[in-house]
Structures are given as C-alpha cells and as structure tokens.
C-alpha cells in the first residue's frame, strides 16, 4: 500500500479534490487536518482516514504525528507528501513512485516559470548553498511534493516550523539513501504566509549549522 499524508490548514475548497485523486492514482489518502477553522476536517473525514490536530502546530508538527500513526497503525511501501491546496498535482504522484524503483527519496521540481520571483530567488539561494555544503546537484531542495521509501520514514525525526522539507533532505542525505528530483508542475493560489528576508536567512542558517554538525 502507498500512502499520501496531506497536512491541511483550512483548505476546505480543494481538500475533497485532492482526496479523489490520490484515490484515483491508487494511493490510499491520509488527511491531518491542523487545527482548521473552516470545515476541512468534515469533508476529509466523510472520504477518508483523518486526524485532527488543535490548536493549529504546523506542517511538522502535522508529519510528525502522521509518521508516528502510519508507523504503529500501518504497512506501506511508499510514503507520499503533498500539500492539501492542489499547488501539486496529486496525479503527478505515479511519477514520483516510478522513481523510487532506483532512489529512495524523491522530491518534486518545480517548473520554475510557474513560481513567482520572489519565492524563485529565495530557493535559488537555499539551492545554491545546499549543493555546495552538501556536495549535491539538486535543482530543488525545498519542495513540499516528496515520496520516500517506507523505510526512510521510519529512520526520520520530523520538527516543527518551515525547515521541514529541508531538515528531512538532510537527514536523509546524512544517512546515506539515494536522493533525486523529478520535475513536477506547481501552482501558486496565493502567495500568503511566511516569507521574505526573515525566512531566507532562517533556512539558510539552519542548512548551514546542520552541515556544521555533520
């Protein structure tokens, strides 16, 4: 079994739809609905297997909990993650999967025409210095589309706050599993939420000192 975890914030307009296509690509969706205020966790837990969160954690704290569930409760082979806003395409997910026959973590490249500059130049800095610290040839380094081997997500300790996707990367190169990017496509709704210098210079900081402790 292949399993999608789907963090979700008040994404009650696009929640069911994400839901009906990770079914329909053969990939069982398990929502974690954090701490939304809107009816998310209603339409999620009428289709499919949900759990709330409350108040609102973030993403990390999300996986977190979703990691720890499908470990106890679960047998998978694939372990998807994609975001609840259908900013990617869960019928890009097969793509992903084909990948992990030869790799055993995956993660999304962004076409990055569809990206707005400004999100554009602030990857192009994390990508640029992971390469270089990390001694890799990633074009993406901090997509939130990402498959894994069930095995790799057992060996994982997820954190809280927006290092997320890059602290997983890490500790996944840091253990030794194959990494690749697959090129996806990506849509931006909005553009709302952390941003700016602020969150470059926080991820950038974090990449660094997590390169230091080797």
């Known amino acids: 079994m292949n399993i999608a975890v789907i963090p979700a914030y008040n994404e009650e307009k696009t929640i069911r739809e994400v839901i009906t296509r990770c079914k329909e690509v053969d990939v069982y969706p398990f929502v974690v609905d954090d701490g939304s205020a809107d009816h998310t966790y209603e339409i999620a837990r009428d289709l499919t297997d949900t759990f709330r969160i409350f108040p609102n954690q973030g993403k990390g704290f999300a996986l977190n909990h979703a990691f720890g569930l499908i470990k106890v409760c679960c047998k998978a082979d694939y372990i998807i993650i994609i975001d609840a806003d259908l900013q990617f395409n869960p019928y890009e997910i097969p793509k992903l999967l084909e990948a992990l026959k030869d790799y055993d973590y995956v ?107 080797r």
């Open 107 to 213: 993660v999304g490249q962004r076409d990055w025409s569809q990206v707005p500059l400004r999100h554009y130049l602030g990857n192009l800095v994390w990508i640029k210095t992971f390469n270089f610290l990390y001694g890799t040839h990633l074009q993406d380094t901090n997509c939130g589309f990402v498959a894994m081997k069930s095995e790799v997500m057992m060996k994982l300790k997820v954190h809280s706050g927006y290092i997320v996707d890059n602290d997983m990367l890490i500790q996944v190169i840091k253990l030794g599993y194959k990494v690749k990017n697959v090129p996806v496509s990506v849509k931006y709704y909005n553009t709302r939420g952390v941003s700016g210098i602020r969150m470059v210079i926080g991820i950038l900081i974090f990449i660094i000192i997590q390169r230091l402790k």
